[in-house]
């Protein structure tokens, strides 16, 4: 059990990490002008060129890996339940990394996946 | 048909086909894993695994449902609100557990039933604060 713990902390951080670099990177390339070919193409040559997309890709397909290994170890229905602690990852690193104000009712609803998640996990 | 409910009926169904495909995609990359086997956690059996996986037919199907996933997400939010979509993803936990149940012969204890249940309503109740709580252009999640 501590192993498929272990590998959905993985799963979940990478995961993340992966999204808040291509958020940031995104954020620094700017949107498309325009749906042109070319004004797509000239989107797409900025988005390589972009250190933190590059940064993100080996997270994302890490992440997905990780998904992998864990369904090859865990039945589908404590895998895909469990990864819902992305949530409480996500308002944590909301709340301190991007100082977002979090309501008390988002909270709850932390707590009420937190618990879910840790009912889902004991019965693995 | 007035156009509000031509948006409305036609978002519903991009709803569903996102829905369907990732419980589908989930599903189909857990009988995929089952062909290949337990991953073993050494180098070489996470290598191995790799290459397994990268030539097993039933993965790539899963990865396909999932990029169908994608696309059908970003056009849903495209026409309606996140706070109109994401439910969907809430009962989509939910539903994966049905469909392991159901198709896959897991046993669900009570115990994990009650966890999903949890999950399903603080997901919801995440979904329903206010998508923005600060000011400027600081978006959150």
């Known amino acids: 059990m501590i192993k498929i713990i272990l590998m959905l902390v993985f799963f979940i951080c990478s995961g993340t990490g992966g999204e808040i670099a291509v958020t940031y990177g995104m954020k620094q390339i700017g949107e498309p002008k325009s749906f042109h070919p070319w004004a797509l193409l000239r989107f797409l040559g900025r988005a390589v060129r972009s250190g933190w997309v590059w940064f993100a890709l080996p997270l994302l397909a890490g992440s997905f890996y990780s998904l992998l290994i864990l369904l090859s170890w865990a039945p589908l229905s404590l895998v895909i339940p469990a990864s819902a602690a992305n949530y409480v990852v996500g308002a944590l690193g909301a709340k301190y990394i991007l100082k977002e104000k979090v309501t008390a009712r988002r909270w709850l609803g932390v707590g009420m996946v937190s618990f879910g998640v840790i009912l889902v996990l004991a019965t693995g | ?141």
């Open chain 2, 1 to 141: 048909m007035t156009r509000e409910h031509r948006l409305r009926v036609k978002t519903l169904l991009m709803v569903l086909l996102m829905v369907v495909c990732a419980n589908l995609g989930d599903l189909i990359l857990k009988v995929g894993m089952k062909q290949i086997g337990a991953v073993q956690m050494s180098a070489p059996g996470i290598w191995q695994a790799l290459l397994s996986t990268i030539h097993n037919g039933t993965i790539w199907l899963g990865i396909l449902f999932l990029i169908g996933y994608t696309l059908c997400y970003m056009t849903a939010v495209s026409w309606a609100d996140y706070s109109y979509v994401m439910p969907a993803g809430a009962f989509g936990y939910a539903l994966q557990t049905i469909l392991a149940v159901s198709i896959l012969h897991e046993v669900v204890v009570a115990k994990r039933w009650a966890g999903v249940s949890l999950i399903v309503l603080g997901v919801l109740l995440v979904g329903q604060t206010k998508p923005s709580t600060t000011d400027g252009s600081q978006a959150t999640q």
